[in-house]
């Protein structure tokens, strides 16, 4: 009895077929051996020379160099972060649009956001977290609280009264405040404004008494010895401020509060796509030298695999869902 290749191909042509189909086995290994093969494009959610803005620009360097392809840092500032993902969730799911995203713009502003045109989880793909960092609470140098228990005695006599700054409402020096006023059981105003530079000059000229901000810019004002540093909000004490206590250790057992940075593309990418962009990048992130630059940013190099970013992301919306209801932060 014939075999069912027989009865439908003659035999003189079984080879033929064979080749051809090895052909384009060999022809799909060639293609994703050559991929990329056009310019790329990480999108920022935010103005030039923040944080999100600098470890772009280090990484578009180095990818350039280790992909051979052009990278542009294309800034698209604007509600928290929500345009850049936008632009990238709706773009061409072929890896070719990036987005370096932050704990703001990728887990507290779609849930602050009313409305949203796409999926954070479904239309944003997760491909590395690429770094982490704490941020530092400063008080004026001439108030008398010189620790972390002093100024959560002060909010419980007088409820009210003890104020705090952050680069904006629904901002992670935000949250990290109300954070801490949460768990540390005491009732503390929140004053937001448009940046954190803004915030730091007003804590340090007096017209507010403390302020949540990032570590390079809080070590700096501190410098001036126009305010204290009273602890950082990470789980562990930073290197570059180690005499410092964490919050935890300083009377609000538990708290820990991170900032994070990742690298995202287009929702739908091939994941060998999404795969061989987290190899890259987690070569470049592992070099000294790239290592030191991230450092003198102020934040700790960090990466992990797609998957493991992707879990990570699902575990921030989900909790910071809880938090922000919790804490009853709204955009109004």
Not at 67 to 73: A, D, I, S, W
Not at 119 to 129: F, H, W
Not at 134 to 148: E, I, M
Not at 299 to 307: D, G
């Amino acid at each position: 009895m014939p075999s069912p290749a027989s009865s439908r191909f003659p035999r003189r042509l079984l080879p033929a077929l064979a080749c051809a189909v090895l052909a384009l086995a060999a022809g799909a290994a060639r293609s994703a051996e050559a991929w990329p093969t056009q310019p790329f494009r990480i999108i920022v959610g935010f103005a030039p020379g923040g944080a999100n803005d600098l470890l772009a620009r280090i990484l578009a360097r180095e990818l350039q160099q280790s992909l051979g392809q052009p990278f542009v840092v294309d800034n698209r500032a604007g509600a928290g972060g929500l345009i850049a993902d936008e632009v990238v969730a709706k773009a061409k799911p072929d890896g070719y649009t990036l987005l370096l995203g932050s704990v703001g713009g990728n887990t507290v502003a779609p849930i602050l956001a009313k409305k949203l045109s796409f999926d954070p989880r479904k239309d944003l793909a997760p491909v590395t977290l690429v770094a982490e960092s704490g941020n530092a609470l400063l008080v004026n140098a001439k108030l008398p609280y010189r620790s972390v228990k002093e100024v959560i005695a002060a909010a419980k006599k007088d409820p009210g009264t003890i104020n705090y700054g952050s680069s904006g409402t629904g901002s992670s020096l935000h949250l990290a405040g109300a954070l801490f006023a949460r768990q540390a059981g005491v009732e503390m105003v929140h004053i937001p404004y448009k940046g954190n530079s803004q915030a730091l000059t007003d804590v340090a000229a007096g017209q507010i008494q403390t302020v949540f901000s990032g570590i390079p810019p809080a070590i700096a004002s501190q410098r001036t010895g126009a305010t204290r540093i009273l602890a950082v909000t990470t789980q562990k004490r930073v290197k570059s401020l180690p005499d410092v206590p964490t919050i935890a250790e300083a009377g609000v057992p538990g708290y820990e509060f991170s900032s994070w940075y990742g690298l995202f593309t287009t929702g739908g990418t091939p994941p060998a796509v999404v795969e061989r962009i987290a190899r890259e990048v987690q070569a470049i992130i592992a070099r000294p030298d790239v290592a030191a630059q991230f450092t003198a940013q102020g934040v700790e190099p960090a990466t992990n695999s797609p998957q493991v970013f992707s879990s990570f992301i699902d575990h921030e919306l989900t909790r910071w869902s809880r938090e922000i209801k919790a804490m009853n932060i709204t955009l109004d």
